[in-house]
């Protein structure tokens, strides 16, 4: 694409779409793996919340309870990653520019 052309609006909604409903699913899968951790045990939770591998061990460990959470969780965090692959591959550029008041 070349640099002095940009994508259309609807476009640019659709992948602003894609990517902030694949956040609040990563967001929600999230919440619901915490939960169980806690729900499970105070230390699961709290060692979920110190040190992120804990929550996929305790995924690994109690995958009965924890299996919805951790494809929600997956599932949004696909969406976000496709959404950005799109946005690269059409030449979605950040914005540079700082702001001073």
């Given at each position: ?82 959404g950005l692959i799109i ?8 914005p540079t520019q700082t702001?001073?008041?």
């Amino acid at each position: 694409m070349d640099p002095a052309q940009t994508i259309s609006p609807s476009t640019a909604l659709a992948l602003l779409a894609l990517v902030g409903g694949g956040f609040l699913l990563w967001l929600v899968g999230s919440i619901m793996m915490f939960a169980g951790a806690f729900k499970q045990s105070a230390w699961w939770g709290i060692g979920a919340l110190i040190l992120a591998p804990v929550l996929y061990i305790y995924v690994g460990k109690y995958w009965r309870t924890a299996k919805v959470g951790f494809w929600i969780h997956l599932l949004g965090f696909g969406l976000m990653a496709a959404g950005l692959i799109i946005a690269l591959r059409l030449g979605v550029k950040v914005p540079t520019q700082t702001y001073t008041i």
